[in-house]
């Protein structure tokens, strides 16, 4: 049995690879564990099933009409937008469903942890950083900072580290300092404040 047979080509292309497309759209938009994509094969097939489902009648609608005679041309850009174009966008349906309040008394966030959820919204804040040793580390995340996301382990990089006053405010930048990157096995506690 040769797999790279026409019809068996065929079949890969519509079982597997819309499902595959969902599946990695969703890691992308949602930071989660990373898993072996050749254990995924069950999962793209199901994911293109379901794609395939919900486009029923539409399917149905075009295979029933004469648009591949008449339009060849848009019932090719149909059964391209049904491979690798819905299955994206089930998956931002699916993401916004997940995150509405209704839904989520229910069903836990898509975003596991509370470090993805806060650093995701890309908001600028001042920082406390409170070491397992209890050193204190204070600065600045702003527009160049960074902080890791799932499945990597929790890293903050402050693009200005700064000097705390005796009341544990922020009092000034260090100098001639690029920054620091904090790991997560030195963290213990990370404070936020809102930066005005």
């Known amino acids: 049995m040769n797999i790279w047979e026409l019809d068996k080509l065929y079949l890969f292309i519509a079982f597997v690879i819309p499902g595959f497309i969902?599946?990695?759209?969703?890691?992308l938009l949602i930071p989660g564990e990373a898993k072996d994509s050749s254990k995924q094969l069950i999962d793209a097939i199901t994911y293109s099933c379901l794609n395939y489902a919900l486009l029923l009648w539409p399917?149905?609608?075009?295979?029933s009409g004469s648009?591949?005679?008449?339009?060849?041309?848009?019932?090719?850009i149909f059964y391209l937008?049904?491979?690798?174009?819905?299955?994206?966008?089930?998956?931002?349906?699916?993401?916004?469903?997940?995150?509405?309040e209704y839904f989520q008394k229910n069903a836990p966030h898509p975003t596991a942890?509370?470090?993805?959820?806060?650093f995701s919204?890309?908001?600028?804040?001042?920082?406390?950083?409170?070491?397992?040793?209890?050193?204190?580390?204070?600065?600045?995340?702003?527009?160049?900072?960074?902080?890791s996301s799932?499945?990597?382990?929790?890293?903050?990089?402050?693009?200005?580290n700064w000097h705390l006053n005796n009341d544990g405010g922020f009092d000034r930048p260090r100098e001639s300092t690029a920054g620091i990157i904090i790991l997560a096995d030195e963290i213990a506690s990370v404070e936020l404040f809102k930066f005005s």
């Open 113 to 118: 942890k509370p470090w993805d959820f806060v």
């Open 22 to 27: 969902s599946i990695k759209a969703y890691e």
């Open 67 to 76: 648009l591949s005679t008449v339009h060849p041309v848009l019932y090719k």
């Open 81 to 100: 937008a049904v491979l690798f174009i819905f299955p994206v966008l089930w998956v931002l349906i699916w993401k916004r469903i997940r995150t509405l």
């Open 121 to 147: 919204q890309r908001q600028w804040y001042w920082v406390i950083v409170t070491l397992k040793n209890g050193e204190k580390i204070a600065g600045k995340y702003a527009g160049n900072s960074f902080s």
């Open 59 to 63: 399917i149905l609608g075009v295979e």
């Open 150 to 160: 799932t499945p990597a382990k929790e890293q903050i990089y402050l693009e200005e």
